[in-house]
């Protein structure tokens, strides 16, 4: 058998001078794409979102308590918030008074703002895709207790919002987008407000 001596050689083909046709867009490159499109646009919600942290910690502070509520998905969402401040301390944080309301009937959330706020407590308002109009009620049953009121709100809730002491406007987006971005807005929210209260 004769022994190969020559190098062997790999050849690379040329690129054609054509594009190769470009591959679809899948399911899940569509939803990364938008939802990165949602958390750039946040980037401009830091100061306001750092603003609210303050309020809350004040308002933890001075001894008052934080209401959580939303409608739908948001009220997953704010049970899961109201549940991580006031339960699931991490380290040596303290376990702070944040509560979470229910209910699909927009009058119970404002019943139950009515029977559990006092003044000086603060309602934190989740509304990524609820119909904004809907949570009027709750949000005026928390004025009439002189409570102060934070939201996190998705587009076209320009009457929910003037009603909110601060509200931060999630950009237009799918519901599911939305809904990501509260939860992380939520998330941060806690962090703040516990960073807040031991800078304090």
């Known amino acids: 058998m004769a022994l190969l001596t020559e190098p062997l050689q790999f ?14 867009v899948s399911g899940f490159l569509r939803a990364w794409q938008a939802q990165r499109q949602v958390f750039d646009a946040l980037l401009g919600l830091q100061a306001p979102l750092e603003q609210a942290a303050a ?13 959580w509520c939303g409608q739908g998905g948001s009220e997953a969402t704010a049970h ?3 549940a991580l ?7 040596d944080g303290r376990p702070l008074a944040a509560l979470a309301l229910s209910g699909e009937d927009t009058s119970r959330l404002a019943r139950q703002v009515q029977a559990l706020g006092r003044p000086g407590d603060a309602l934190v308002l ?13 949000v ?22 003037e009603e909110c002491h601060l ?12 809904e990501e971005a509260e939860l992380f807005l939520g ?14």
């Open 167 to 178: 509200a931060l406007c999630l950009p237009e987006a799918a519901r599911a987008r939305r």
């Open 140 to 161: 005026r049953a928390a004025a009439d207790t002189a409570m102060m009121v934070v939201a996190v709100l998705g587009p076209a809730s320009e009457e929910l919002a």
């Open 80 to 82: 899961r918030l109201a």
């Open 55 to 67: 309020r809350l910690a004040n308002c933890l502070g001075a001894g008052g308590k934080l209401l």
């Open 187 to 200: 998330h941060c929210l806690c962090e703040l407000v516990r960073e807040q209260l031991a800078g304090a």
């Open 11 to 24: 050849v690379v083909p040329v690129a054609s001078a054509a594009p190769a046709p470009a591959a679809p």
């Open 85 to 91: 401040m006031s339960g699931l301390a991490q380290g």
């Open 126 to 138: 989740l509304s990524a895709g609820a119909p904004p109009a809907a949570l009027l009620d709750t």
